[in-house]
């Protein structure tokens, strides 16, 4: 059974930072495609950032300089620094693990992330 699990959302003031954690369980985590996607209320989910099973990033460029995806896949986890975060950044944040060879996509259940004073 595949398990997405998103951890490290939570309020934090314009210009803060945050941590978002994913921790993936029931997949091949090394060969995975691992992202970050964000639904904001009223609009469609977008992705964020990707990162390839070789280390390739992709950045959305609203988040770019601000944000970094990286992996670990000794621990199957997948990261989302977020730095100098704007009020419309405030969404769920959600995990998404793609196999390439299968078209496969997995999803975490989210964590909010609210910039607000």
């Known amino acids: 059974q595949v398990q997405l699990v998103e951890s490290g959302g939570g309020l934090v003031q314009p210009g803060g930072s945050l941590r978002l954690s994913c921790a993936a369980s029931?997949?091949?985590?090394?060969?995975?495609?691992m992202g970050w996607y964000r639904q904001a209320p009223g609009k469609q989910r977008e992705s964020v950032a990707t990162i390839t099973s070789g280390g390739s990033t992709n950045y959305a460029d609203s988040v770019k300089g601000r944000f970094t995806i990286s992996r670990d896949n000794t621990k199957n986890t997948v990261y989302l620094q977020m730095n100098g975060l704007k009020p419309e950044d405030t969404a769920v944040y959600y995990c998404?693990?793609?196999?390439?060879?299968?078209?496969?996509?997995?999803w975490g259940q989210g964590t909010q992330v609210t910039v607000s004073s």
């Open positions: 998404n693990a793609y196999r390439p060879l299968t078209g496969t996509h997995n």
């Open positions: 029931g997949i091949i985590f090394s060969i995975n495609t």
